[in-house]
């Protein structure tokens, strides 16, 4: 390592040869996963039977879902000893359901031992990595307070977690010297990860208040960075699976670079494919509602509207009329369940959500997705945004054309506050499986005619 002096400390820069953060991600993974490629071959080679391709099916499945392929401070293959049998016997139980008896116990034994084998050899070379210096994530610690010199001082004596830190982040001055320079407050955070290519943020108990620190780790939402917490009464914390630490001291994960760049992806692709399919198969459902809109309420089929979307951008949304128009000069209500400008078509539609057939377009073209908030007019937008807090933090994903409130019932004429915890929560946990979740609830609403 050699040094660059800035504040209190040197601050560390990674050696010549070190990889950048990204590669290093990619690398490490890849040594992890080719070990384990390297363990089947191996067992299949060594009991001749196929039917380890078999049983390493659910067994990877398991692994991935456990954290084993994802990057993690503290490695040691007895820690991973549990989980890698666990998925050994998910293997042994779909060779038992698929009718297979005859030394299937044998094979799994071997697939095992392999794999054990393999971990063992790729741990040991992702650690030489880390020692050497080859492979550092520079780091950013919120708190500079005992807490965060604390740890700081564990990573610098433990290189073997892989962490370099570049400073700390605090809002108020330190009391003592920092073993690491101060770069600023919390609120700065995303200037300084751009700035120090930084890949990991540890919160560590800072003097920022709670609700500004949250507003604080939002802005950095599609950065590429893991953030991590020092949990409270972190002396009483149980050391889990889902638990990493450094050198002891446990760090909950509280979130990865946005359920990784290529489920995001996927989620892109599926609404193209979805919102596609869709629109195909519907056509002939959509002529007979543009029939039906056209003779209950005259000329006009589709209703146009600026909404808000991802970033706060406005996009027109598409839906078909389901009211007549105002009087000239009356203005619009926010919920439109009870007016009674709604003809009997409109009812209809709305009571089974096939006024909203058209946004599958603005799925299609990109303006949203198949799950995600729903979107909002631009003047009630702001209105919510200074009544409650949390409600710009809304358009950090595209709007969808359902979403987690819609299906708990918080469409028209609900909570606005529940709306906002309810899409809020969506982004931070979203996977693909909870958007087919919430894609299957939204089917059986419109089944049961429980739409707004």
């Not at 490695?75 to 060779?95: E, F, N, P, Y």
């Not at 965060?148 to 605090?170: K, N």
């Not at 953030?227 to 002396?235: A, D, Q, S, V």
């Amino acid at each position: 390592m050699t040094g660059l002096s800035i504040g209190a400390r040197p601050l560390t820069v990674a050696s010549p040869s070190a990889l950048l953060p990204r590669r290093a991600r990619l690398a490490e993974s890849g040594v992890i996963i080719t070990a384990d490629l390297v363990a089947i071959l191996a067992a299949w080679l060594v009991t001749g039977s196929p039917l380890v391709l078999v049983a390493v099916v659910p067994a990877v499945l398991y692994w991935s879902s456990a954290g084993l392929y994802g990057r993690r401070f503290s490695l040691s293959v007895l820690d991973d000893l549990s989980r890698i049998a666990l998925g050994c016997l998910w293997g042994l139980l779909a060779l038992l359901l698929l009718g297979h008896r005859p030394a299937i116990v044998s094979v799994v034994a071997v697939l095992f031992a392999a794999v054990v084998l393999a971990r063992c050899v790729s741990y040991a070379l992702l650690l030489h990595w880390r020692t050497s210096g080859r492979v550092a994530y520079p780091v950013v610690l919120v708190g500079a307070g005992l807490n965060g010199v604390s740890l700081a001082q564990r990573i610098d004596e433990h290189p073997r977690c892989g962490l370099r830190p570049v400073g700390f982040l605090d809002s108020a001055p330190p009391v003592g010297d920092l073993p690491y320079p101060l770069l600023g407050e919390p609120k700065e955070l995303a200037r300084v990860l751009q700035d120090h290519g930084v890949t990991d943020v540890i919160l560590a108990y800072g003097r920022m208040p709670t609700a500004e620190l949250v507003a604080v780790l939002r802005t950095c939402h599609r950065l590429d960075v893991e953030i991590h917490m020092l949990p409270r009464l972190f002396e009483m914390h149980r050391l889990t699976a889902g638990t990493d630490n450094v050198w002891g001291l446990p760090l909950v994960r509280l979130r990865q670079p946005i359920a990784s760049i290529w489920a995001l992806r996927v989620k892109r692709v599926l609404d193209v494919i979805m919102s596609a399919a869709a629109l195909v198969l519907l056509a002939p459902v959509m002529a007979v509602i543009a029939g039906a809109v056209r003779l209950d309420l005259g000329r006009g089929v589709i209703f146009r509207q600026v909404r808000v979307g991802l970033d706060g951008r406005p996009f027109t949304v598409r839906k078909f009329r389901s009211m007549r128009d105002l009087p000239e000069g009356a203005e619009a209500s926010w919920s439109a369940r009870d007016e009674d400008r709604m003809g009997r078509v409109g009812t209809f539609i709305r009571r089974y959500s096939l006024d909203e057939i058209p946004q599958l377009w603005n799925v299609l073209i990109g303006d949203m997705s198949m799950v995600g908030p729903r979107p909002e007019r631009p003047e009630y937008v702001d209105d919510f945004s200074r009544a409650y807090p949390r409600y710009g933090d809304r358009h950090r994903v595209p709007a969808g054309l359902t979403g987690l409130a819609a299906v708990h019932g918080l469409r028209g004429d609900t909570s606005i506050e529940d709306r906002a915890y309810f899409d809020n929560l969506y982004i931070e946990n979203w996977s693909l499986w909870l958007d087919a979740k919430i894609l299957a609830r939204t089917a059986l609403a419109v089944v049961r005619g429980t739409g707004a």
